[in-house]
């Protein structure tokens, strides 16, 4: 009988990405779509300038509340797949857009993660 073990580091990584996935979605959908996401990549425009400066200090105060001891437990690039399947596919296929996501990526993180 093959045993089935539960691997909690693994489990809670795929439960994070997916609620991420999941609100990137809506906030994407929120800012205009597909075509604002292509407007940012090409005007190299990062997207917390779309929250107002009282949201993102809200925002900010929360993250460091709740989420700032797992800030390096993941990579850039296991926060790039949390992308949305439709707005990756949008991304990977302008020249610029990978390169326009991790600069996204590092922004996030030195705007939420700094105190």
Not at 17 to 41: A, E, H, P, T, Y
Request: aromatic share 16%; net charge positive.
């Amino acid at each position: 009988m093959p045993r089935i073990g539960f691997n909690a580091t693994a489990f809670g990584k795929s439960f994070i990405g997916n609620r991420v996935r999941r609100w990137l979605k809506g906030f994407f959908d929120g800012i205009g779509g597909k075509s604002q996401i292509l407007f940012c990549i090409e005007k190299d425009k990062s997207l917390l300038d779309y929250i107002p400066p009282e949201q993102r200090f809200q925002l900010k105060t929360e993250f460091q509340q709740r989420f700032a001891s797992f800030l390096d437990d993941f990579t850039d690039v296991e926060v790039y797949t949390w992308l949305p399947n439709d707005y990756m596919a949008i991304i990977e296929a302008h020249p610029s857009g990978k390169i326009w996501v991790y600069k996204l990526i590092k922004d996030i993180r030195d705007t939420l993660g700094t105190p």
